[in-house]
């Protein structure tokens, strides 16, 4: 367990040892309500909103597991042009939300230049008064520092799996080491600072589970998303077998537990595969939301996995439905910034 002792020098006093221990031998129902009890403790009952816009599904790269990857013919592939992606951040705004997650496949028509002028327009129409993620996948670290100066706030780059062979055989031709670099050159150049993983791969094992973790951690990231794979259509992993939600439960109470202040969303993916997954989620240590506001029209064509759920509502009726379900677990959405603890 190499990965055990790199992170012990982080803390020194065996504290994540422990907590790997612990985890290995509690019942998920202990092991959550511990984890929750910590959220509770640093983040109180806020579960906080960042609305999603997925502004294009073209896709440079072929990973096995995603339904938008390059040489699937069948994805219809659809772009959002500079001026509907502000009118739809604009909407958003105007609905409350004040973090905006752009996320989209490695599209190279997106240039920098394009992206900057996007991320300068977002911060004056919301009078810079909302923080902006991007999720582009890999960039050169000058690109990366542009896109800083220009306005972007946060990164989220998921590392899928901290195994090197098994990312190696998901993500053909994507160097993992490389991918690793990225989300340090993020935190160096002041973003806050997003990755995670899959749960469930094929190949996985609990070692790799564990790893995942560590490698969080390692990392020291203010953000961590973390969902089950789900088996999309039209990939080769298509008929790999779906995991149990639970490996993906038991991650975000370990992930809480080693990353207390860290803000962990409840994934879309997780209420996919289970229509209380998001909620499971928030009661094992997950803190955030992301309500997925890219125009309803469009979304349906974002599968990266198959079965994706809220296609067919928009971003306010979603926010609704979230806010009830939230209060049904004692929780409340919050529409605040969500600044990473790390900032504040
Ligand atoms: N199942 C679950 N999650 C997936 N992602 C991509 N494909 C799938 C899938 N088949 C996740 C990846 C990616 C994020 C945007 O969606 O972790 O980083």
Not at 11 to 27: F, W
């Amino acid at each position: 367990m190499e990965k055990i002792a790199a992170a012990d020098n982080l803390n020194n006093n065996g504290e994540i040892q422990e907590t790997i221990n612990y985890y290995k031998t509690a019942t998920t129902e202990d092991l959550c309500k511990r984890a929750a009890s910590l959220c509770e403790t640093i983040h109180g009952k806020d579960i906080i909103l960042r609305g999603l816009i997925e502004f294009t599904n073209y896709c440079d790269q072929d990973c096995l597991y995603c339904g938008i990857r390059k040489s699937n013919s069948n994805a219809v592939r659809y772009r959002i042009d500079e001026d509907e992606i502000i009118k739809t951040v604009a909407t958003g705004y105007n609905a409350g939300l004040r973090t905006f997650v752009l996320q989209g496949g490695e599209d190279s028509f997106y240039t920098s230049d394009k992206i900057c002028r996007i991320l300068e327009q977002i911060k004056k129409i919301t009078e810079y008064n909302a923080s902006v993620t991007l999720s582009i996948g890999v960039k050169s670290r000058e690109d990366y520092k542009r896109f800083k100066e220009a306005g972007a706030d946060r990164y989220l780059i998921r590392f899928e799996t901290s195994d090197p062979k098994l990312y190696q055989k998901i993500k053909v031709n994507s160097s993992f080491e490389r991918r690793i670099t990225a989300i340090r050159d993020i935190r160096e150049l002041g973003y806050e600072a997003g990755s995670g993983y899959m749960t469930g791969l094929p190949g996985e094992t609990e070692e790799i589970r564990i790893n995942n973790a560590l490698l969080c951690k390692e990392l020291d990231l203010d953000m961590v998303g973390v969902g089950p794979f789900i088996p999309s259509n039209n990939t080769p992993l298509a008929a790999s077998p779906q995991m149990p939600l639970e490996h993906t439960i038991r991650a975000t109470a370990l992930l809480r537990l080693l990353l207390p202040k860290a803000h962990i969303p409840a994934t879309t993916a997780a209420g996919t595969v289970d229509p209380l997954g998001r909620e499971k989620m928030v009661k094992a240590g997950a803190n955030v939301l992301m309500p997925n506001i890219t125009p309803v029209e469009l979304k349906k064509h974002y599968l990266i996995y198959s079965g994706k759920i809220c296609l067919d509502e928009n971003g306010s009726a979603i926010i609704n439905d979230l806010a009830l379900r939230m209060a049904s677990i004692d929780r409340k959405i919050t529409f605040s910034r969500g600044t990473a603890l790390r900032f504040l």
